[in-house]
């Protein structure tokens, strides 16, 4: 049998390395010395524009938005207040309205302060009709008409802002601040000092999607860390107690600081910025690195053990020879399968995806600099007895592995078959998988954060929040506002049924400035000059809220003026609901003008968990076929490659198989968990394929050749899995949960990875080299 690529030793390169090793070593330290100073500059962009393509339409349109209407950062300061509708009240909301509208970073403010401000428009205090005039002008001001209960116009104007400025039972009160872009997270800071110093008994709470997105983005940052931390101190304690090498832990050290600082001076180098997914980089890195070190621990100390110490330099650069091209190999499919990534829509998964596959080429020159040098220094080991001999028994780990695996290669075809069968049926599964959209189910339901949006959803009716955006004319007719009155009241009695439950779900709120002219146009003075006169003085009233909802002035590009309908939704509504309901105010908008746009928060997050998950088919497709290149060309065997492929493919699936079984759904964190995958469990099957390659070309019989490569990668396959689940299996504590959905699902895709490369992978080459030989 002809020798493949992996399985053929590469002699005069390990001695070439092993000569230079300490010049190979001290350029690979001195070269980190700009490394680290350049990539110091790399930030993370945290603003929810980082998440798509700049040319992505629905993006596009939420800038749009932003840009007619003084951009749509909005945070709410939420309190309760019984008294909210009394003089006490109002005054109380008064002031810290003024609070908030001191803070820089808030372009506007309102409050039901501000609505008091707002209904003098429609109510005047005095009259000349009434001769209701002040006797002392330093007398206080009488009682605000607002507050009012026998006034229709009165009550018309605060059910128009329930759900907005207060609940409808009046006793949970709503800063509602609008925030200038590029600087929100300064704004939320001194607006959630302003919560602090309200009353704790009045449950003050800071809450709006900046500030979710904000706390997302803390949470990711701070798993990533502990990720990091955690894999990395796992990796090396699992490596010093079982291999008791202390120059396998440092050479694994020094490859992932190298290989970090290399990959970060890239994106430095390549424009990029550090996003919500990139934060599991240096996890990922140490991944690689171990998976890879490791097999030059466990060969290195076999050899060790049979060499004598004299001859240990030689034994060196044999190991080296041995393993070079098997972990280049391995490196570069990691590569591939990271690199499918680079067809996503979703920017931060793009750029992951380009990260990851400069890291895992950085970790083939890290090993380059430092495995030669750190590994001829002393072991310290003393040589305490013999090697085993042809007569001495077998471990009894050894006779455990040497059992499975021959159990495996008797039934090989049974298990090739019953393995295709079961792939096929688990992704199918897989595909009919529910996907979550709601970014508020991202967090535990015991977080503050979960229990904030409850109180807005029971008490101000919803914390989704989208818009529809229709072209206005030059100027407001009373027919124009009634179309879209008529419009609004189409959006209020639209239904969604929710087939899994039989639910009923509608939007929670509609408002626009028709509503508003609709009030007004209850005043007796208001009622007999135009709409645009009224929705002219309603801007005079309260400017910040009226600019939001209209855009009075022309466009400077000479295009239409536009009106805004803001909408409330449930934030937890299912995916597949929020979905229809979305489609179908799109539909009804663009009944209405073929230039409506439906856009917002909820619209933006539902899209993006959308193109997750679609991407994750993509992306897993253009991994799949990468890698099975890859390994076709190293082994020389496109059947090899495809059996390969199928042993990777199957934990996928089974995994998000058994998780939909469990009542789990799809969602941020299983997005990118077919590449990442492929990515991390192929080292497995490529040092498989060149042992067994290695002993089908020195003349064994197949069965014999995949019984003695599986048993001779065993340990290094198994010791590094355990570390990692491990490691990847800490982020299961995380408070965000994608984090801990995304370290669950990869850290029991590589436990079914190593079983199946021990067992299946095997059961399968051998049914395919007799089908082969048969035919």
């Keep these: ?347 931060p998964v793009r750029q992951f995806g380009a990260m990851t596959a400069v890291a895992a080429l950085a970790i083939v020159a890290a090993l380059i600099w430092f495995t030669a040098a750190l590994m001829s220094l002393p072991t310290g080991k003393r040589k305490t007895s013999q090697p085993m001999s042809s007569d001495d028994q077998p471990t009894p780990s050894r006779k455990f592995l040497v059992h499975l695996v021959s159990t495996s290669l008797r039934h090989s075809n049974l298990l090739s078959i019953t393995s295709i069968v079961v792939l096929v049926l688990c992704t199918a599964m897989v595909t009919q998988l529910k996907t979550e959209t709601s970014f508020l189910k991202n967090f535990r339901e015991t977080s503050d954060i979960v229990r904030a949006y409850e109180r807005v959803e029971d008490q101000l009716g919803g914390a989704g929040v989208w818009d529809v955006v229709l072209p206005a004319p030059a100027t407001i007719t009373p027919e124009y506002i009634a179309r879209v009155q008529a419009f609004e009241t189409q959006l209020r009695e639209l239904e969604v049924i929710d087939s899994s439950s039989g639910r009923t779900h509608r939007l929670t709120k509609v408002l626009s400035l028709a509503d508003a002219d609709r009030v007004a146009a209850m005043s007796p003075l208001l009622s007999i000059v135009t709409p645009e006169v009224r929705l002219a003085g309603m801007r005079t009233a309260i400017p910040t809220f009226a600019d939001a909802l209209l855009t009075f002035d022309p466009p400077s590009d000479g295009g239409d003026r536009e009106l805004r309908i803001m909408l409330r939704s449930e934030e937890s509504l299912p995916g597949e609901v929020k979905r229809e309901l979305i489609d179908r105010v799109t539909l009804m908008a663009q009944d209405f003008d073929e230039q409506a746009l439906v856009t917002g928060y909820s619209v933006l997050m539902s899209q993006l968990v959308s193109s997750l998950l679609r991407d994750q088919w993509k992306a897993l497709a253009i991994a799949l076929a990468l890698v099975g290149i890859l390994i076709g060309i190293a082994t020389g065997s496109w059947r090899y490659a495809l059996v390969a492929l199928l042993t990777n493919t199957l934990p996928i699936m089974l995994v998000l198989a058994v998780m939909g079984l469990a009542g789990g759904g799809l969602d941020l964190g299983s997005a990118m968990i077919g590449a990442v995958s492929i990515g991390l469990s192929i080292d497995g099957s490529i040092h498989f394929l060149a042992g067994y390659q290695r002993g089908r070309s020195a003349g064994m019989e197949s069965m014999s050749a995949a019984t003695d490569a599986a048993t001779d990668v065993a340990a290094p396959i198994f010791l590094a899995t355990l570390a990692l689940v491990i490691g990847f299996g800490i982020l299961m504590t995380s408070p965000f949960i994608p984090t801990a959905t995304f370290g669950m699902l990869i850290a029991a895709t590589l436990a079914a990875s190593a079983w199946i490369n021990l067992t299946l992978l095997p059961a399968a080459i051998v049914s395919v080299d007799r089908f082969t030989n048969t035919h």
């Design 1 to 347: 049998m002809k020798t493949s690529l992996i399985a053929s030793p590469r002699h005069t390169l390990a001695r070439l390395l092993w000569v230079w090793r300490w010049w190979f070593f001290c350029l690979g330290c001195f070269s980190a010395i700009p490394l680290a100073i350049y990539q110091s500059d790399l930030g993370m962009d945290r603003s929810l524009a980082a998440m798509f393509s700049p040319a992505d339409p629905t993006l596009n349109q939420y800038q749009h938005l932003q840009q007619n209407f003084g951009g749509n950062l909005i945070v709410m300061l939420v309190y309760e207040d019984a008294d909210l509708m009394t003089p006490e009240g109002v005054a109380r909301n008064q002031a810290w309205t003024a609070s908030a509208e001191s803070i820089d970073g808030v372009r506007g403010v309102l409050s039901v302060a501000k609505l008091v401000e707002a209904f003098a428009y429609i109510r005047p205090q005095f009259s000349l009709l009434t001769g209701a005039i002040p006797a002392d002008p330093g007398a206080p001001s009488p009682p605000s008409k607002m507050l009012e209960k026998d006034d229709p116009a009165a009550n018309s104007f605060r059910d128009l802002f329930a759900g907005y400025t207060h609940g409808q039972d009046e006793k949970t009160a709503a800063i509602v601040a609008m925030l200038q872009p590029g600087q929100t997270e300064t704004a939320i800071e001194e607006l959630q000092r302003l919560a602090d110093q309200i009353p704790s008994e009045r449950a003050p709470v800071l809450i709006g999607e900046p500030v979710l997105l904000d706390d997302a983005f803390d949470m990711i940052q701070a798993d990533g860390n502990r990720l990091a931390l955690g894999t990395i101190g796992l990796l090396s304690l699992v490596m010093l107690l079982t291999l008791r090498d202390y120059r396998i832990v440092l050479l694994a050290a020094m490859a992932i600081i190298w290989a970090t600082l290399c990959t970060r001076a890239s994106i430095v180098a390549m424009g990029m910025e550090m996003s919500l997914v990139s934060t599991i980089l240096i996890a990922i890195i140490a991944v690689i690195v171990v998976a890879a070190v490791m097999h030059i621990g466990v060969r290195s100390r076999d050899n060790l053990g049979e060499t004598k110490q004299s001859n240990m330099n030689e034994s060196i650069v044999h190991v080296s020879a041995f393993l070079a091209i098997p972990i280049l190999w391995t490196c570069l499919t990691d590569a591939a399968g990271f690199a499918s990534l680079l067809e996503s829509e979703v920017r």
